[in-house]
């Protein structure tokens, strides 16, 4: 995730910023109002692909968790009902 905002943060060109500061800006007013606004739209689709897929992925680890207990489960149970 850390990625994602570094890479919206950074694909703001130096331009934007060194004009903000020419008009009389502070760095704090700066980021408020020219960089975030437009890393916001970049970085937004690309969070929320992510999420989806930490979704997806931790859904796709729980059914495989389920299944390995009842499989070992079973295994054990197998074992002690032959002898």
Partial sequence: MTEIFRAGLQS????????ALAIGMTPLQVMRRIILP?????IIPDAGNQFIAMQKDSALVSIMGVWEIT?????????????
């Fill in 38 to 42: 437009q890393a916001i739209r970049i």
């Fill in 12 to 19: 703001i060109s130096y331009g934007q910023r060194e004009a």
């Fill in 71 to 83: 499989f070992l489960a079973g295994r054990y149970a197998d074992g002690t009902a032959s002898t």
